[in-house]
Structure formats: structure tokens, C-alpha cells
């Protein structure tokens, strides 16, 4: 075992400072439900561990610009529990509330659900669907990424040596938007999914769709925005015709493994179905936002 | 040799100051260095819920937290939960309705079912199922735990 330092600096600088100036394996702790266990079962073995908490506002859920800034270390229940975001991102919280149990969402960050960059994360899909963007804090300064453009492999992001994110941005959204996420899973609770789907969507006045952005999970090495799929959907009140193209754009768009979770033919015909399903929930939703 | 952090924390009102290692978790600085063992340890990896504690009125699996991320918590645990040797009702009723067999999942179970009734003292048996999925029990089959709970839910909302 390394000789593992804690730190729990008081500033997003100091913090940076100390993640550039590491020698060997550094890891941001937010909510820990993915360091810890990683730390207990030897998959990985620190040499620091920058514990972002005691930064002021890293937790903070606030108004901004008509949309919201949601501060890194923000838990998923916090989330869950917070009435305004709750109500304009209801997608994005059909995604946070699948993230592990009631216990780890006390603790899990939607930042450490993007950056451990598993393809199966739960909250990245409606994240991405939303058009958030996170907020990156670095050595040569901040810049913001969208955050579809974080996770680079399985277990791999684009932030480089020093970098984290600080906090993520929602945008103001329109009237008659909605957003939604399902995913697949042999169990209804305490699983991974084996195929996610988010769908966000505006409406117009007469219930056609005039934008929508649709996102995939656990079917790629990483979240994939799928065009074609928002395509399908554009421009129509998601009648069958739209929502079969919307299913075969999702088919379409997937590059799945075989794993233990299942195979490859089943996840991409479970993408279509999901696509779908979702539509129609961010549909409905949208439709009660007019 | 990991230097060790000075931590300091309240656990059910008492306070505590210990030595941890920086890779120790909360769990095993309050079994092995407080000596409070009603907190038990399942998987450890986040998956079981046997370790359930409140930490600033939140629910969560202490073995997921650095004992050095609670400098400063308000932490509460099963050893709290009989106030002046009067058992919950939570207790009472899992003792009445064997809503245990081996034991070893019943202090999470208590102590989530508690947060829960806390903030929602009249669930329905699916909100109390989907609250309790990160608690794992291998012997009840969980009925008689769900029939515990909805029944202390009940004795304390009549009291």
C-alpha cells in the first residue's frame, strides 16, 4: 500500500496546486462511492487524495442565468431533494436516483458518476441531453467542456494532470421542454444498466417537436449524442412513424460489447425499445411545461 | 507510513477524537478504534448496507467514507438508537415480528428504516422497499423486515 496523504484544502486553487504538483496516482474525493471502494478492493492505490468538500460552495445547487450551477461535490439525494432543479431537470433526476442506493446516493456526486467514466453511469445521458457543461478548474486556468466531451474511454477522461471540475451549468430552458431517462436492468434497484436512454426535448405551441437531443449509455465506450436520433424526432409530435425512426436511429447508433449484463444483439434492440419509451415520457412531461 | 490525521466527531452526542489513517474508513475507525461494533461490516464495498450510520442527518454506508471525511460530523449509529435503555420501536417491533435471524443486516436495517420514518412516517410498502434496497439480508427473505417497519411506522404515528 502507498504512503497514501489526505488533503482537504480550503480553496479550488490550493486544490489544483496540489493535484499539478503530485507525484504518482492523485484522486479527487467528492462523494467517495467510487474512490473508497476502488482504494478497498486494490484497484487502484493513491499516493494523495485531494478531499474537495471544504471548499466553500462545492456544494452548492443555485439559480444561474435562468439555469443552474450545481457545485461538484453536490450529493445525488441533495439533488433529489432539491425542488427547483428536481422540477426543471426531471430527466436528470430520473438518472441520479438510479445511482446505487438510497445509503450511496448520501454521498455520490454526479461529478464522480462522470469522471469515474463508466459507460453504464446513470446520470451521464440526461446530463448530456440537457447540454450541461462542467466547469474544469486546471493548472493553466478554467474552461468549460461540454460534458459529453469528459469521458473519453471506460475509466478515462479528457481532464488532463491538475484539472477537475468545479461545478456543472444547466441551461435555462424553454417552455414546453421535457427530459426523461430509463434504463434497462435485471433488477429494479441496486443494478447497472444494460442499456440507458435520455431524451430532451422542446415543443412548439401545436406539440411539435422543435429541438431534442438524445443520448445513449452503457452501449458505447462512452455516452454517445446521437444526431440521428434527435433527427427522427424534430419536426413531428412523435407520432409511430417518428418514434419507429427514432428507434432504429438508436439501433443504429449503438456499438455494444457482450458482456456478463448482456449481449450485444439484445442491447441494441433494447436501445430502440428504450428510445421510445423515453420519448414519450420527456413527450408528456414537455407537454405539461406549456 | 501514511502520516495519521487528528480527526475529531460526535457519535450519538458523545464526543470522540482519534488518530486515523488516511485510508481508513469511517467504519473501521468506529469498530476498531471507538469499539462501537453494532455498525457491522458486510461487503465493504457500498453494496450491502450493514454499515448504515447517519452523518449529519444523512443516511449512508460508513464503510464508503474516509474516517477522516467525518472531522467534525455529527455521526449517529445503532448504539444511539435505544434511548436510556428503552428500545425503539423499530427494535421492538423487529424483535416481535422476527424481522431478524442472523442479526447481522439488522442494525443497518434499523438505523435506514429510522432515517426513513424520519422523514416520511407513513410509507407505503413499496416507498419502504425501494428505501431499504441497499440493505441485504440472506435469511429473512425481507418480509417480515418490510411487516416490521410498516408496523413500528404505525405504533409511532399512533403514539
Known amino acids: ?290 | 507510513m501514511s502520516k495519521k490525521l487528528h480527526v475529531e466527531f460526535t457519535v450519538n452526542g458523545d464526543e470522540y477524537d482519534c488518530l486515523t489513517e488516511p485510508h481508513e474508513t469511517l467504519l473501521d475507525a468506529l469498530r476498531d478504534k471507538l469499539m462501537l461494533t453494532g455498525t457491522k461490516e458486510g461487503c465493504a464495498t457500498g453494496d450491502c448496507g450493514a454499515c448504515s450510520v447517519m452523518v449529519d442527518g444523512r443516511l449512508i454506508c460508513s464503510c464508503l467514507m474516509l474516517a477522516a471525511e467525518a472531522d467534525g460530523a455529527k455521526v449517529e449509529t445503532i448504539e444511539g438508537m435505544a434511548a436510556g435503555g428503552e428500545l425503539h420501536p423499530l427494535q421492538q417491533k423487529f424483535l416481535d415480528m422476527n424481522g431478524l435471524q442472523c442479526g447481522i443486516c439488522t442494525p443497518g436495517f434499523l438505523v435506514a428504516a429510522k432515517a426513513l420514518l424520519e422523514r416520511n412516517p407513513n410509507p407505503t410498502e413499496t416507498e419502504v422497499r425501494f428505501w431499504l434496497a441497499g440493505n441485504l439480508c440472506r435469511c429473512t427473505g425481507y418480509d417480515k423486515i418490510i411487516r416490521s417497519v410498516m408496523a413500528a411506522a404505525e405504533e409511532i404515528r399512533g403514539a
Open chain 1, 1 to 290: 500500500m502507498a504512503d497514501l496523504r489526505y488533503e482537504a484544502p480550503g480553496t479550488i486553487a490550493d486544490a489544483v496546486k496540489l493535484l499539478a504538483a503530485a507525484d504518482g496516482t492523485a484522486r479527487v474525493l467528492a462523494g467517495g462511492t467510487d474512490v473508497v471502494v476502488q482504494m478497498e478492493t486494490d484497484l487502484i492505490d493513491p499516493d494523495l487524495i485531494v478531499d474537495i468538500k471544504k471548499i466553500p460552495d462545492i456544494k452548492r445547487i443555485a439559480e444561474e442565468n435562468g439555469g443552474y450551477r450545481i457545485g461538484a461535490a453536490a450529493s445525488g439525494m441533495e439533488l433529489c431533494e432539491h425542488d427547483g432543479f428536481a422540477g426543471a431537470w426531471p430527466g436528470v433526476i430520473d438518472g441520479v436516483k438510479l445511482i446505487g442506493s438510497i445509503q450511496v446516493k448520501g454521498r455520490a456526486t454526479m461529478t464522480g458518476n462522470l469522471c469515474n467514466a463508466s459507460p453504464g453511469a446513470d446520470s451521464v445521458p440526461p446530463m448530456v441531453t440537457a447540454g450541461a457543461t462542467a466547469h474544469v478548474v486546471g493548472p493553466d486556468g478554467a474552461r468549460d467542456v461540454a460534458v459529453e466531451d469528459i469521458p473519453v474511454a471506460p475509466g478515462k477522461t479528457s481532464l488532463g494532470k491538475g484539472e477537475l471540475i468545479e461545478s456543472f451549468h444547466f441551461p435555462a430552458r424553454p417552455a414546453r421542454s421535457g427530459d426523461a431517462y430509463l434504463r434497462f436492468t435485471p433488477r429494479t434497484e441496486m443494478d447497472i444498466a444494460v442499456v440507458g436512454v435520455a431524451v430532451n426535448l422542446t415543443l412548439d405551441e401545436g406539440g411539435v417537436c422543435t429541438q431534442a437531443r438524445v443520448a445513449l449509455g452503457a452501449v458505447a465506450p462512452t455516452v454517445l449524442l446521437v444526431k440521428e436520433c434527435a433527427d427522427a424526432i424534430v419536426g413531428t409530435k412523435l407520432d409511430d412513424a417518428a418514434l419507429d425512426k427514432l428507434a432504429a436511429a438508436a439501433s443504429a447508433a449503438c456499438k455494444p460489447i457482450d458482456d456478463k449484463r448482456g449481449t450485444r444483439e439484445f442491447r441494441i434492440d433494447i436501445a430502440g425499445v428504450l428510445a421510445k419509451r423515453v420519448a414519450k415520457i420527456a413527450y408528456d412531461r414537455a407537454r405539461a411545461n406549456g
